[in-house]
């Protein structure tokens, strides 16, 4: 054999269609689609855009904060405090306005500050003890889920805020989180040729606040993964933290703006939930934290750092959006969702597995 | 001598470093120690490392290299002798104080993320950007090609930057970190035992841009216990041995003989030729190498 072969084969590896399956949120798009196509064409409801609405409004959410932990993921870190994040930002917002009159944007901020003061103090423990986050984290997840049932019944009497539209300005702050864009084009169809798609445009394609946010904070987050000093950061601390400190990358601060990142975007989820249904539970967000992590694997994200994607996760978070709300369309029974759950995380598990793998082996 | 105010072709980047003369002493160590309490990891060590030239430190396992290189990359501070950088006494704190006097180390680990692409770990930690305020992103373009042309100058010839540097060899990645901090204002560069892990041929590529960084008119630390691999390419070369130096010799006062003697340290050297020979053999191969090397 010659170098002129060796070559060749060098060449061949890098063809378009081999770097296109080399991203990780490849393997999450597949199966988007695939979904998609599966209870398009058995459900009924599932493709009408009243059906669409519910399942996008479903999946942002959830994928505002898929995208955050997929970040802190790709940093190499866990935050199992993100779920009850959304509903403590919730309540303080709630009982602040409800219970003691404080005007609703200075409790929307204090909220935002309490928040990414909680996100600080996850990460300064996590690099001062060096602990793994997932402990860390852990603890501080069951403190807010005490606060949240605990203090919440202590300070109103109930486990749940209700009646918030009555708080001066809620309009407000709801036409920011919580209002929802109504389209109802009666003459758009499809037409694709050998065959004609007319939707059923007596009910409207709700497009909720949420979704608009869910696609800002994506695009905002792959910006800064792929274009910017600290996504290159990001993906450093968490591929190979001492060798990111000896090149001089600020490992303590990417680390600690990272899980204030996850708790902002809790912040962010619990305005939108609390404006969109004007109430909020006690125990909101409490055992989504998994739901946030499993999005962000199946998207690509690795269990050990160094590696995945904010698109992917929100392809992530689309699955999910689009399985739990077909399960009902279905109408199979809606416990199937967790063991489908469980499926897509151990596939998406040993697929990233297999790339690094890849990525990692000495040729 | 003749190579005076060299520079180094090709980049339009301004701080690519104009060595000084070749031969000037950049770094000087005079009878330098340290001492962990009571403990003397190292005491009377002198050399010096200069522009142009390469400085091997030989010795075994625990013979006190890595306590030396320590002393010079910032990451403890010696307790005896003197340290002289540009003929100033300085005590180096941290790394980064090594490094703002342009004293570069490359550890074995090389400090690289393997699942990043090369452009990206070239220029980690230091990334170019352009445009201002939130707009300011990472110049892609011009790093991929800085990278791509400044391994090439070291004569490394990637297919794409864009690759995972944990697909390249473990010499391609050694070479890569030995790139990278010649772009950035190395001066001298301590390069920990960049052979050790490295099979024969991969070895020969790393010695090579060895050969090559000296070229550049950089001072180079080049820490072994190899006298093989140090004897091409050194100029001088410093024995170490139970944390004291065994002297600091000029390649011209050295044959590889002389070297490889006195790192294995003569006698013991001796007996364990005649130990092999009873095992083995006097005929075979290795107790004929070994008494070929003993005298």
Same mark, same amino acid.
Request: charge should be neutral.
């Given at each position: 054999?010659?170098?002129?072969?060796?070559?060749?084969?060098?060449?061949?590896?890098?063809?378009?269609?081999?770097?296109?399956?080399?991203?990780?949120?490849?393997?999450?798009?597949?199966?988007?689609?695939?979904?998609?196509?599966?209870?398009?064409?058995?459900?009924?409801?599932?493709?009408?855009?009243?059906?669409?609405?519910?399942?996008?409004?479903?999946?942002?959410?959830?994928?505002?904060?898929?995208?955050?932990?997929?970040?802190?993921?790709?940093?190499?870190?866990?935050?199992?405090?993100?779920?009850?994040?959304?509903?403590?930002?919730?309540?303080?917002?709630?009982?602040?306005?409800?219970?003691?009159?404080?005007?609703?944007?200075?409790?929307?901020?204090?909220?935002?500050?309490?928040?990414?003061?909680?996100?600080?103090?996850?990460?300064?423990?996590?690099?001062?003890?060096?602990?793994?986050?997932?402990?860390?984290?852990?603890?501080?997840?069951?403190?807010?889920?005490?606060?949240?049932?605990?203090?919440?019944?202590?300070?109103?009497?109930?486990?749940?805020?209700?009646?918030?539209?009555?708080?001066?300005?809620?309009?407000?702050?709801?036409?920011?989180?919580?209002?929802?864009?109504?389209?109802?084009?009666?003459?758009?169809?499809?037409?694709?040729?050998?065959?004609?798609?007319?939707?059923?445009?007596?009910?409207?394609?709700?497009? /909720?606040?949420?979704?608009?946010?869910?696609?800002?904070?994506?695009?905002?987050?792959?910006?800064?993964?792929?274009?910017?000093?600290?996504?290159?950061?990001?993906?450093?601390?968490?591929?190979?933290? !001492?060798?990111?400190?000896?090149?001089?990358?600020?490992?303590?601060?990417?680390?600690?703006?990272?899980?204030?990142?996850?708790?902002?975007?809790?912040?962010?989820?619990?305005?939108?939930?609390?404006?969109?249904?004007?109430?909020?539970?006690?125990?909101?967000?409490?055992?989504?934290?998994?739901?946030?992590?499993?999005?962000?694997?199946?998207?690509?994200?690795?269990?050990?750092?160094?590696?995945?994607?904010?698109?992917?996760?929100?392809?992530?978070?689309?699955?999910?959006?689009?399985?739990?709300?077909?399960?009902?369309?279905?109408?199979?029974?809606? /416990?199937?969702?967790?063991?489908?759950?469980?499926?897509?995380?151990?596939?998406?598990?040993?697929?990233?597995?297999?790339?690094?793998?890849?990525?990692? !082996?000495?040729? | 001598?003749?190579?005076?105010?060299?520079?180094?072709?090709?980049?339009?980047?301004?701080?690519?470093?104009?060595?000084?003369?070749?031969?000037?002493?950049?770094?000087?160590?005079?009878?330098?120690?340290?001492?962990?309490?009571?403990?003397?990891? =190292?005491?009377?060590?002198?050399?010096?490392?200069?522009?142009?030239?390469?400085?091997?430190?030989?010795?075994?396992?625990?013979?006190?290299?890595?306590?030396? %290189?320590?002393?010079?990359?910032?990451?403890?501070?010696?307790?005896?002798?003197?340290?002289?950088?540009?003929?100033?006494?300085?005590? =180096?704190?941290?790394?980064?104080?090594?490094?703002?006097?342009?004293?570069?180390?490359?550890?074995?680990?090389?400090?690289?993320?393997?699942?990043?692409?090369?452009?990206?770990?070239?220029?980690?930690?230091?990334?170019?950007?352009?445009?201002?305020?939130?707009?300011?992103?990472?110049?892609?373009?011009?790093?991929?090609?800085?990278?791509?042309?400044?391994?090439?100058?070291?004569?490394?010839?990637?297919?794409?930057?864009?690759?995972?540097?944990?697909?390249?060899?473990?010499?391609?990645?050694?070479?890569?970190?030995?790139?990278?901090?010649?772009?950035?204002?190395?001066?001298?560069? %301590?390069?920990?035992?960049?052979?050790?892990?490295?099979?024969?041929?991969?070895?020969?590529?790393?010695?090579?841009?060895?050969?090559?960084?000296?070229?550049?008119?950089?001072?180079?630390?080049? %820490?072994?216990?190899?006298?093989?691999?140090?004897?091409?390419?050194?100029?001088?070369?410093?024995? =170490?041995?139970?944390?004291?130096?065994?002297?600091?010799?000029?390649?011209?006062?050295?044959?590889?003989?002389?070297?490889?003697?006195?790192?294995?340290?003569?006698?013991?050297?001796?007996?364990?030729?005649?130990? =092999?020979?009873?095992?083995?053999?006097?005929?075979?191969?290795?107790?004929?190498?070994?008494?070929?090397?003993?005298?």
């Amino acid at each position: 054999m010659t170098t002129a072969t060796l070559d060749d084969e060098r060449i061949a590896r890098t063809s378009t269609l081999t770097k296109l399956l080399k991203r990780p949120e490849i393997g999450a798009l597949v199966a988007a689609i695939v979904i998609f196509a599966f209870f398009a064409l058995t459900t009924d409801a599932f493709a009408t855009p009243s059906g669409s609405s519910t399942w996008l409004r479903g999946a942002s959410t959830i994928g505002i904060m898929a995208v955050a932990v997929a970040l802190l993921m790709i940093g190499g870190e866990f935050d199992l405090s993100a779920g009850a994040m959304t509903g403590f930002t919730g309540l303080v917002v709630g009982v602040l306005t409800r219970e003691y009159g404080v005007n609703i944007w200075a409790a929307i901020l204090v909220s935002l500050g309490l928040a990414l003061l909680i996100g600080a103090i996850n990460g300064v423990l996590v690099m001062r003890t060096g602990l793994p986050s997932f402990i860390v984290t852990l603890g501080t997840f069951f403190v807010l889920q005490g606060i949240d049932l605990a203090g919440t019944k202590a300070l109103t009497g109930q486990v749940a805020i209700q009646g918030m539209t009555q708080v001066p300005f809620y309009d407000q702050a709801k036409r920011v989180f919580g209002s929802a864009l109504e389209v109802q084009p009666h003459w758009f169809n499809l037409n694709l040729g050998f065959m004609r798609l007319d939707f059923d445009w007596s009910r409207p394609l709700t497009i /909720n606040a949420s979704v608009f946010w869910w696609v800002g904070v994506t695009a905002l987050a792959t910006w800064v993964l792929l274009r910017t000093r600290t996504g290159n950061w990001i993906f450093s601390v968490g591929g190979a933290q !001492t060798a990111s400190r000896q090149i001089g990358v600020p490992v303590f601060k990417t680390k600690v703006g990272l899980f204030m990142t996850t708790a902002g975007a809790g912040w962010l989820v619990g305005m939108l939930l609390i404006f969109t249904t004007s109430t909020v539970q006690s125990n909101t967000g409490v055992g989504q934290e998994f739901i946030y992590i499993i999005c962000a694997v199946v998207g690509g994200c690795l269990m050990t750092g160094g590696y995945g994607s904010a698109i992917g996760a929100a392809f992530g978070a689309l699955i999910y959006g689009m399985v739990s709300q077909g399960i009902v369309y279905a109408g199979w029974d809606n /416990n199937w969702l967790k063991a489908f759950l469980g499926v897509m995380l151990l596939g998406a598990v040993l697929l990233n597995e297999w790339v690094r793998k890849r990525a990692e !082996t000495a040729k | 001598m003749s190579n005076d105010n060299e520079t180094v072709a090709a980049s339009p980047v301004t701080n690519v470093y104009a060595p000084p003369p070749r031969g000037t002493a950049i770094i000087e160590v005079r009878d330098i120690g340290k001492r962990y309490g009571n403990i003397i990891a =190292l005491s009377d060590v002198s050399t010096s490392v200069r522009a142009g030239e390469v400085t091997c430190v030989l010795g075994d396992n625990g013979a006190g290299k890595s306590t030396f %290189i320590k002393i010079l990359a910032g990451a403890h501070e010696h307790t005896d002798g003197q340290l002289l950088i540009d003929g100033e006494d300085h005590t =180096l704190s941290s790394p980064r104080a090594a490094l703002e006097l342009g004293i570069a180390t490359v550890y074995q680990d090389l400090a690289v993320v393997p699942l990043m692409p090369v452009w990206r770990n070239f220029f980690l930690g230091s990334e170019i950007t352009k445009g201002a305020g939130p707009l300011k992103k990472l110049d892609i373009d011009f790093m991929k090609r800085t990278t791509k042309s400044e391994l090439s100058a070291m004569g490394i010839d990637l297919r794409d930057v864009e690759q995972p540097i944990g697909t390249l060899s473990g010499g391609e990645r050694q070479c890569v970190a030995i790139a990278r901090a010649v772009y950035f204002g190395a001066r001298v560069l %301590i390069l920990d035992e960049p052979t050790a892990a490295l099979g024969v041929k991969q070895s020969g590529v790393v010695l090579k841009y060895i050969a090559k960084a000296r070229e550049r008119g950089l001072g180079v630390v080049f %820490i072994t216990h190899n006298p093989h691999h140090a004897y091409p390419v050194g100029d001088r070369f410093m024995l =170490l041995r139970r944390g004291k130096s065994m002297g600091d010799f000029p390649k011209a006062d050295l044959t590889l003989e002389d070297l490889t003697a006195m790192m294995a340290g003569g006698e013991e050297l001796e007996s364990l030729a005649h130990e =092999l020979a009873e095992t083995m053999g006097a005929d075979s191969a290795i107790a004929q190498e070994l008494k070929a090397d003993v005298t």
